[in-house]
Nanobody
Framework: QVQLVESGGALVQAGESLRLSCAAS????????MAWFRRAPGKEREFVAH????????YYADSVKGRFTISRDNAKDTVYLQMNSLKPEDTAVYHC????????????????????WGQGTQVTVSS
């Protein structure tokens, strides 16, 4: 049974940093493309970042580029999202997602491209 478990969400002030983690089990992690999405209240699920199995291909949403960094540790079956200079508009539930294969950029940003999802972790940024 595949499980993706996110952690690290919190209530922080604008300008502060957080690091989210997503621990995977039940899948061959180093063969999976991983991604972070987020959903703010009343909004659609939004792509945040993507990383391929080797960490050599990374995509970011324009809204987080330069502030967020996605990384992975295949030895720990974990993907991370380092979030710096947080803004109130970053407030959302953050979910990690996995796909067993490679995704080109056009589809890597689409939620339905991913097979497995975590339950999410809440990030709240106050102004």
């Amino acid at each position: 049974q595949v499980q993706l478990v996110e952690s690290g969400g919190a209530l922080v002030q604008a300008g502060e940093s957080l690091r989210l983690s997503c621990a995977a089990s039940g899948l061959t992690f180093n063969r999976n493309t991983m991604a972070w999405f987020r959903r703010a209240p009343g909004k659609e699920r939004e792509f945040v970042a993507h990383i391929n199995w080797s960490g050599t291909t990374i995509y970011y949403a324009d809204s987080v580029k330069g502030r967020f960094t996605i990384s992975r540790d295949n030895a720990k079956d974990t993907v991370y999202l380092q979030m710096n200079s947080l803004k109130p508009e970053d407030t959302a539930v953050y979910h990690c997602a996995a796909f067993a294969g490679l995704l080109i950029k056009d589809v890597a940003t689409i939620p339905t491209s991913y097979t497995y999802w975590g339950q999410g972790t809440q990030v709240t940024v106050s102004s």
